[in-house]
Nanobody, 111 residues
Framework: EVQLVESGGGLEQPGGSLRLSCATS????????MRWFRQAPGKGLEWVSS???????LYDDFVKGRFTISRDNAKNILYLQMNSLKTEDTAMYYC?????RGQGTQVTVSS
């Protein structure tokens, strides 16, 4: 059974940083194409970033240069380092694998 557990969210000021983690189990993480999504209040699910098993990364334009996706294949953990946070980054963040998502972790950016 695929399990994804996100953590690391919280309240941060604009310009601050947070690192999200996604602990995974139930599949071969090192071979997996992984993604981060987010959903702001009243809005739809929005793709944020992806990482291939090769390590190649992709970012949406609104986070490019501020967020970094990475993976630890030894620990089966996916990360999202978020720097230079903006109020518009406020959302529930989810990691995703093959159509499965975790419960999410809330990120709130506010002064």
């Amino acid at each position: 059974e695929v399990q994804l557990v996100e953590s690391g969210g919280g309240l941060e000021q604009p310009g601050g940083s947070l690192r999200l983690s996604c602990a995974t189990s139930g599949f071969t993480f090192s071979n997996a194409y992984m993604r981060w999504f987010r959903q702001a209040p009243g809005k739809g699910l929005e793709w944020v970033s992806s990482v291939y098993s090769s390590g190649r990364t992709l970012y949406d334009d609104f986070v490019k240069g501020r967020f970094t996706i990475s993976r630890d294949n030894a620990k089966n953990i996916l990360y999202l380092q978020m720097n230079s946070l903006k109020t518009e980054d406020t959302a529930m963040y989810y990691c995703e694998y093959s159509g499965s998502r975790g419960q999410g972790t809330q990120v709130t950016v506010s002064s």
